[in-house]
């Protein structure tokens, strides 16, 4: 073996994966290496067999074979499993006589002795060759899916697998299946129910028990769907049972399809009830609990009083199966398919009353009632078994209970649950409750319970901190009174969801006294994003199977035949469990080991007992394991010890040398040999383990042990080796800082007298982040061993992937401890760490490796607290250390060179941090008392100092002392008494140039002062300016916590930026005092966009310009009085409101328009009145310094009236025009608001005075009054109108005497005493001037105003583009096109001529253009002027005159940006070619017989077109008012003409014959019947002339709908001259009649409006051309119809 041992190591070069085997742990003992083509990396043992995993998937068995048919003569030698050749292996299994391996793609394969089913494959009792095994998920799917396996254990007649999806599966015989099947053997993988929705990490088998390693449930778990039905038995997994006065939530369902067969020597026969909790039946379904009137009944288990309303059942079976009730015999017969049949293994009634009956009389007898007391670790110390009555009791409550108890506060309710005393003496058994129930709450049931009612979850299982109630009822023995029935409602104590009622927070911590709320151990992944990736150590360990040895670990020997979480390993944080035959393993994130089960030959690591629960394996101090296994009766254990090497522990059996295992030896040899052999006390050190190298994995099965090592190649296995030795002792490190300083610390009562509540937060926050790092490193310990077990590689270390993750945690831990630091908080704490900790701290000295002689308490604290800090040395030692393993060029190399020079770098800051924090705290030593109260801040740390007077103010007093000091986020000017703060984020500081001075100044600037620094050289001033500069740029850039000392500063000079964004609260009085800005600053001066809030709650919100509100900006200011806010939302300027805007006032006014140093000043709308939509009023016009002057419109809208005149001081004064809704109307003079001097007054129905008026509608004085009929009365006048008048006076009756003269004066005097339509609305057009830049019209630069248009087009658009919604794409193309600059200088032809009108359209289109602007004002003052009241009849005059002054003035603009254009009738010469395509329809100005063809400019041709269309609707209907009467007349005779026919109507209007239309294209069937057809037709003749005239009401402009009137007459023309097939010239007597019925069959509704707006508006130099002479002809035909007699 020897020489082929070494012949083989040479030439296969085996590095990896080498396997050694031996037995037992005498010295004599030397393992035997098995030799196998590559490197094994797995190896699982059966009792006498092994199977191996070998690189590249191959897997080899060894041992005894028997189930192979061909056994080879030579038993050890390891043969290929050929069956599984072609498929990739990944993991292997062996049970005591079977084994299995899993596939990469999740198949098993399954092979060995099938009696009991264990191979999952029915009708074989053995199976020679690897044969697949199909795990078929039959869930919602309908073709079953197959469940891919990760991972198989096998026990001796059972196997489990553990699925992707971490489901665990089992198949074969016995009650560790935990399926609870009604018949073995279950040849059927079936999924165990009792595991759904839980997320299982490892599974592990013994003998006849089973494990499982869950990871706990998190938040984001909870709302995973768990399973509701049982799969097997279909009954529900939870009951509701609904009484009229309670309600009972039970999870205790037992799939009644199978009790365990009862097997020769584990019976579980019934219990003696002194050494063993009654157990009821598994298998019975749940009882309805029926209301036990009946007096004698027994008194429930629990030993409550049986006076108690016995309907109360205390739960009698510790793993949570329903109460017996006593009113139901069959509850205790075997239950399911074997009522009755007394081989069952459970008591019958008879024995159950007995025992129940015993109990209640021994419950005073101490033996029995020995209470449980909590020790203050939290374990349990058993008194009796008598806990298991009550163990894992608790209660689910209906919703109407828990609405009773949330009424209790919660204080009352715990001392309803534990009352104040020691439990009552003599009450019947007051039972304690082990520190098992803390956990209770990891059962699914509880998760369950609380999502189905959610409102109830949130109020009763407060997760708040309950940490006072904790301290009061629970550091005293936690004691549970048998019974909770308080008047009806009675709580059931069911099964393990007490959640509801319980907060597990409350229970969880029972023997602990107070501690404040900080989470030391960190729910979730340390960090939110690494939950997934490190592996979690929130987990628990459940078990099932067979009890007899205490194998399961629930502190009794009984069996349970469905997973139950062992709660006392409960946040023990185990990463990994192991079984062997009849004893149990957990091995802890902390390097412990946890054993409990059979301990015949000491394999449980200690001598306690009992061992039913988990205990800790005694190890010498500083031995971690890290890695685990268990065979028959020995355990394997590997550990690091002083150094990195591996060492491995054996406990259990010595294996005797000469006994040869035959198969013949039966249970008693063993015996016998248990005798011989004997057995350790505790691990024992193997002698051996050093030579074998570095140790990856340690596996134990049947008597045999099996190590797997590498060599050391070129240092790398050491290195990982190393570096994951580092992090477990790291670990432990922690976690015992964790738990013997920090816990003890934070719970000490003199903490709150010791330290102000502000250290009390920041210690908590320390404690937090020390607990995250802690939580992390384990987790990476944790992921760094599990990488030493499988792969040993580099590209899964998360160190690498995650480093971010370290470092932010290292960063942030380092933060804490600093600020903790700063604020002195060590200091403060030495006080209770002398009292906790004694005089000489060894521990303390010890846990923080301090080297000094005689350190301090804080020395000693704050050494222990930067402790973790050290480690990143360590990270970066063994990374670079790693790398050195590689090539230089290669990947890895680089990969680990990085993350190296990461973590030094931060080790490098964090040092610096420290030494920050250190420099910091002892300059607040320093510092004089009464200023650092205010100035101490955690988060503070000092750079330099001029307390050495290397700084002075310039011009400071002789005698004043002036001290400057610079934090990483504030200058601070100390003087003697007083101090000032200037925040870095706003402070500037420049150099003073040195011309020709001895002077070394700096000038300071912030926001509110600027002063003067003078240092005391060049050398200092450099120091200075680098070290404030530095310091800002770190305040802004937000890294102001990893400021650099001034020792530091490394030589690169940053200036921070002049312009940057910072908030900054104002303290000099001022406009400003206490206002917070927030927002763009340049040189001391908010400049750019920012928020400016006033403690009274003014905002603003905008732009800035050094300093002061400038730009667009909103304004809200708080009215008190009204409990609402001013709103002002538009332009400012230096401070002030300047420019356009709109203000909303509390009181509901709203004023639109111009502002000028916060006042309205200019063109503005002022809407009053509650609805602002249609507002009790609303003023249109000029203000004057927030006054309404000059003219404006006032509508009334309550009082229906409308006031169109000048104002001065709010009042009406001046002339005006006063219109209401009941038709009169009054012009004239107003003074002080009121109607006074000279005026005219007109009603409806044309009665008119003119005369003296001395106040609104009141006459007074001298004056006419003329009736509609044209009678007067003349004389004085005295009384309001409408209510009786004095006259006295004389009265005419004119046309008596046919004095005409005096009548026509009396109605021409309209429009004289109201405002002339040029001075109209002059605010808007000076708006418009001086937007162009003048400051008067017409007086100005036109390139200035072209550069002003420019300017305010871009930047509209700028502000635009913010909120690209608000505009359209055809607004946002006419904006381009606008930005061109159009030609406006040099000759005007009629190209440029057309250029310029379609400009002026595309500038009128948008607002954004001044003139666009002009426009949209014009055309709001003028519908508010002339619609609603506004619109009477008449104000027609007025309202044309106003259009035409708009015309004029624009008119006057438009000159003045294209100066070249001639005045208003001047000429512009055509091109001679193509005269008649280029002349502009209907302005055609030239008549005809004109020599020299050209076009005259007119406002009307160029503006109306803009015009005209927008103010139209009130313009048209003023004119239908005005014509109202005679196109009524027009009208009927209209209608009256139109009924005849055709011929007939051209008869009566006197057209001559030649002219009537004869040929018109209705089919003629023969000429006779000519006539006929036509004397009927209507509506035929000159049809298209008709419908050409009838377009004059689509159109807007005179010009356009001349250009109608004219294309009419060509109509009429081409119709008569295709009758007459001659050319021929109209004389006016044959064309009149014909047009006249043109105008008749068009039927015009509105014709003498259209008419008389013709007039009024039409070019002057039309009037006289052919335009004219038409116009006049259609004029005359309205005046013909109005008078057309019908005779």
Partial sequence: METQRKSSGDDDGGERGLLHTWRGYSCSVTPERLLLPGPVLQVALGTRHGVLLVEGGQVYSFGELPWKQSQAPEPAKPTLESALSGQRVIAVAAGSFHSGAVTEDGGVHMWGDNGSGQCGLSGLSAVPNPTPVALLDSGDASPPQTAPVLELACGAQHTLALSAQREVWAWGSGGQLGLGAAAFPVWKPQKVEHLAGRHVLQVACGASHSLALVRCLSPQDVHRPLVDKCRQCNQLLFTMTDKEDHVIISDGHYCPLGAEPAKGGHGLEAPAPS?????????????????????????????ADPTQDSENQASAASDGAPPASDSDPSALS??????????????????????????????????????????????????????????????????????????LSLKRMMNFYLPSGAARADGPAAVAVAAGLAGIAGDNTAERVRQEDPTQAKKSSSTGDIREEEAEGLRRRLSLPGLLSQGRYAVHLLSSSYTLLLSPRLLRKAGRPRMRAVALTPLGGAVPGAHEVFPTLQTEVWSWGHGEQGQLGHGDSLARLQPLCIKSLNNKEVVRVAAGAHHSLALTAQSQMFSWGSNSSGQLGHMESPSTVPRLAKLSEGIRVWDISAGDRHTLLLADGDCFL????????????????????????????????????????????????????????????????????????????????????????????????????????????????????????????????????????????????????????????????????????????????????????TKPSLDFFGKSPELLKRLSECSEENPTMADLLVALFFLPTRHLHEYGRLLLKLATCFEVCSDEYQMLQDSCSKFEALALQLKRKRKDADYTFHFWKSFPGKMTDSLRKPHRRLICESSNKALTLQNAGRFSINWFIVFNDALVHAQFSTHHVFPLATLWVEPIPEENTSLYGLKVITPEETF?????????????????????????????????????????????????TASYTFYKDGRLKDATYEGRWLAGKPNGRGVLKWP??????????NGL?????????????????????????????????????????????????????????????????????????????????????????????????????????????????????????????????????????????????????????????????????????????????????????????????????????????????????????????????????????????????????????????????????????????????????GLITMERYHTIHLYLIKACDTPLHPLGRLLETLVAVYRMTYVGVGANRRLLPQAVNEIKSYLNRIFQIVRFLFPDLPEEGGLIPEPTTNVQDKKDPGSDAAPPESPKPGRVVSSSALLLPVLLPRLYPPLFTLYALEKEREDDVYWECVLRLNKQSDLALLAFLGVQQKFWPVSISVPMPSPGEKQQVLSSTKDVCFASAVETLQQISTTFTPSDKLQLIQLTFEEITQEVQALLKQDFLWSMDDLFPVFLYVVLRARIRNLGSEVSLIEDLMDPCVQHGEHGIMFTTLKACYYQIQHEKIT
């Fill in 1012 to 1060: 003067n620094l003078l240092a005391s050289s060049a050398m200092e001033k450099a120091k200075w300016l680098r070290s404030i500069n530095q310091a800002v740029e770190q305040a802004l850039s937000g890294t102001g916590q990893d400021t650099a000392s001034v020792g530091s500063g490394s030589g690169q000079k940053l200036e921070p930026p002049i312009s940057r």
């Fill in 275 to 303: 050494t063993q909790a009654l157990k009821t039946s598994p298998s019975e379904p749940l009882l309805s609990f029926h209301a036990a009137a009946s007096s004698n009944s027994p008194a429930p288990a629990g030993g």
């Fill in 646 to 829: 591996p060492i491995i522990y054996y406990s259990g059996q010595q294996v005797k040398e000469g006994v040869d295992e035959s198969p013949g030896q039966q249970e008693e040899g063993k015996e016998e040999e248990e005798r011989v052999g004997g057995y350790t006390q505790q691990p024992v050190l193997l002698p051996f383990c050093m030579d074998l190298g570095y140790v990856s994995n340690v596996v134990a099965g049947g008597q045999r042990c099996v190590a797997l090592s590498d060599r050391n190649v070129m240092g790398f296995i050491a290195s990982l080796h190393e570096l994951a030795s580092a992090e477990r002792k790291f670990y432990c490190k922690l976690c015992t800082i964790k738990t013997q300083i920090i816990r003890p610390l934070l719970e000490l009562e003199s903490l709150s007298s010791a330290l102000s509540p502000a250290a009390i937060g920041l210690l908590q926050t320390l404690a937090g982040r020390f607990s995250l790092l802690c939580y992390l490193t384990g987790q990476h310990a944790a992921s760094l061993t599990a990488n030493l077990r499988r792969v040993r590689d580099v590209k899964s270390l998360l160190i690498l992937d995650h480093a971010s993750i370290f470092l932010d945690s290292y960063d942030e831990y380092c933060s804490a401890v600093g600020n903790f630091q700063v604020m002195g908080g060590f200091q403060t704490l």
């Fill in 1109 to 1385: 509100e400038d730009g667009f900006g909103e304004f809200v200011a708080p009215n008190k009085t009204l409990n609402k806010a001013d709103h002002y939302q538009g332009h400012w300027k230096d401070g002030k409101m300047h420019g356009i805007g709109t203000y909303r006032y509390a009181s509901g006014e709203v004023y639109d328009g111009f502002f000028q140093d916060s006042m309205r000043h200019g063109h503005g709308v002022l809407r009053s009145g509650k609805l602002n939509t249609s507002s009790p009023s609303v003023f249109i016009g000029q203000w004057l310094q927030d006054k309404k002057t000059g003219y404006g419109v006032f509508d009334d809208i309550t009082k229906g009236e409308k006031y169109m005149g000048m104002w001065q001081d709010h009042l009406r004064q001046g002339t005006g025009v006063v219109v209401t809704q009941f038709g009169l109307y009054y012009e004239g003079a107003f003074k002080d608001n009121k109607m006074m001097g000279t005026g005219i007054l007109l009603s409806e129905d044309d009665t008119t005075y003119e005369g003296e008026f001395s106040d609104d509608w009141t006459l007074n004085g001298k004056g006419v009054l003329t009736m509609a009929n044209g009678d007067y009365l003349e004389g004085s006048f005295n009384g309001e109108w409408g209510s009786g008048l004095k006259v006295a006076g004389s009265y005419f009756k004119p046309h008596l005497f046919l004095d005409t003269d005096k009548d026509k004066t009396h109605a021409v005097k309209l429009g004289r005493l109201c405002v002339r339509a040029e001075d109209k609305w002059k605010a808007v057009f000076e708006e418009c001037w001086r937007q162009l830049g003048c400051e008067e019209p017409g007086r100005g630069e036109t390139g200035t105003a072209w550069e002003n248009i420019a300017v305010a087009l871009t930047t509209s658009r700028r502000h635009i583009q913010d909120s690209p919604e608000t505009l359209s794409q055809s607004h946002s193309r006419t904006l381009e096109s606008l930005e061109v600059i159009p030609q406006h200088v």
């Fill in 1096 to 1105: 009274d709650g003014r905002i603003y919100t905008g732009t800035f310009k």
């Fill in 334 to 407: 075997g239950g399911g398919g074997v009522s009755g049949v007394k081989g069952s293994p459970y008591p019958d009634e008879q024995a159950v009353k007995d025992y129940l009956k015993r109990l209640s009389e021994n419950t005073q007898a101490d033996q029995t009632a020995k209470t449980t007391l909590l020790t203050s670790e939290g374990r349990l110390t058993t008194g009796s078994t008598l806990n298991s009555l009550v163990a894992s009791c608790a209660s689910a409550v209906g919703e109407r209970v828990a609405s009773t108890y949330e009424a």
